[in-house]
């Protein structure tokens, strides 16, 4: 008893050859370039994300020039100091970005500076973010802290953008020091600083989030380029199994 023949296997066309190459380098090539944007733009954090951001360089040169203006003509020192978990995150002050108030007592023997802590805890733990400021003063009676609320630096500010807070508050002790009588009035452009917007809030969120947003985008691009390729696959197959015009015949004569 003979075997039926196997039907002959269908010769692989240009345009399947390319689908398979195309769908290759999708599954594989949009995940991998996912995790390189991810390891570059934000690189994951083995203490889960409860690191306190400092000012960058350019924010820190600007909030010390602008106090070195207050402090020449109000003949008082100006600083912050930014801490977490007793750790200091970033000291400055009129004398540059990264020298403290304190560090000069001929060139600052009085000063005001602000003092904030912040905590970030791990989205794994039920303890909340928070922040405790005060300010600190050696010359001279310290404006009280309470008066920062004004420029809509309160603790939360602290706990949703603490390196743009610390800026502003050391911007605003000028302002309110003057208020108390103390020295004369701060330039214009001080108190202007420090009465900035504030960033949109919101880094809780994303903090915690984000890991889902960039994998809902990367499936989707997936969505999106798998069906791009079924497209090009199935319309090439289409002219390849539509039939090739014929000349007509000419009718043949009587």
């Known amino acids: 008893m003979t075997r039926p023949a196997r039907p002959a296997r269908k010769p692989t066309t240009r345009a399947k050859r390319i689908a398979r190459v195309l769908k290759v380098l999708v599954f ?9 944007v991810w390891l570059a733009v934000a690189p994951p954090s083995l203490d889960g994300g409860t690191t306190v951001p400092a000012p960058d360089g350019e924010m820190g040169a600007q909030t010390a020039a602008q106090l070195a203006k207050a402090s020449a003509a109000q003949g008082v020192c100006y600083g912050w100091q930014l801490r977490s978990g007793g750790t200091s995150v970033s000291r400055g002050s009129n004398l540059g970005a990264g020298t ?12 005001v500076e602000v003092q904030a802590s912040v905590t970030w805890t791990s989205s794994a733990s039920e303890a909340p973010d928070s922040a405790w400021v005060t300010v600190a003063a050696q010359g001279v009676a310290p404006p009280p802290e309470s008066r920062l609320d004004r420029f809509g630096i309160t603790d939360g500010a602290f706990v949703d953008e603490p390196d743009w807070a610390v800026c502003q508050a050391a911007l605003a002790l000028p302002l309110l020091l003057a208020e108390t009588g103390a020295v004369p009035p701060a330039p214009v452009a001080t108190a202007g600083a420090a009465a900035g917007p504030a960033p949109e809030a919101g880094s809780d969120f994303w903090r915690d989030r984000w890991p889902f947003a960039v994998g809902a985008a990367v499936l989707l691009a997936l969505a999106a380029l798998t069906v791009a390729i079924g497209w090009f696959e199935r319309k090439h197959e289409r002219t390849r199994a539509r039939p090739a015009p014929t000349a007509p015949t000419p009718a043949a004569g009587p």
């Open 100 to 111: 403290a108030v304190d560090s000069d007592p001929a060139r600052c023997p009085r000063w």
């Open 28 to 36: 594989a090539g949009v995940p991998l370039a996912a995790v390189g």
